[in-house]
């Protein structure tokens, strides 16, 4: 059970740390435990750009507890990294499918799209992920 106590705000420890004012955050990265803080970093983990994430960000530019502030920078970094890293996948699937769609081969398949068959590869493997228009050329070369 955490000893939190937050002065001042609107809002208590038990309230979902989504809706913690930002001063709140302070607290709790500055006096909170173990307890508060994966709770904090659970929901940074849920949705690492959203508001709390950007609202722990903010309160590290001007508190650096011990420790602590290390563990959430690294925290929100690693669930932004794992965050993209799924991106890439869903995106590298989704091209093979569209290529596997048009059944046309990568190499004619790249050719209507305007890039090259190794640019291709990189693409369905992931290492690269293309822009939003040829992205959206590939969608509609799978469809013809």
């Known amino acids: 059970m ?8 609107d809002s208590s420890p038990t309230d979902p740390v989504s809706q913690w004012p930002q ?3 302070q607290t709790a990265l500055e006096r909170g435990g173990l307890t508060d803080w994966r709770r904090l970093a659970a929901a940074i983990l849920a949705e690492p750009w959203g508001p709390l994430a950007r609202r722990v960000e ?15 920078e690294q925290a929100i970094s690693n669930s932004r990294e794992a965050v993209e890293a799924a991106e890439r996948e869903a995106v590298a699937a989704e091209i093979g499918e569209l290529v596997a769609q048009s059944g046309l081969s990568r190499g004619e398949f790249a050719s209507r799209v305007g890039t090259s068959a190794s640019r291709l590869s990189t693409y369905v493997n992931g290492k ?8 959206l050329r590939m969608r509609g ?4």
Request: cysteine-free.
């Open 58 to 72: 903010e309160v590290l530019t001007y508190s650096r507890p011990y420790g602590v502030s290390e563990a959430f």
């Open 128 to 135: 690269v992920t293309p822009s939003a228009a040829l992205l």
């Open 23 to 25: 001063e709140a955050i």
């Open 141 to 144: 070369a799978a469809q013809r």
């Open 2 to 9: 955490s000893t939190l106590a937050f002065r001042n705000v």
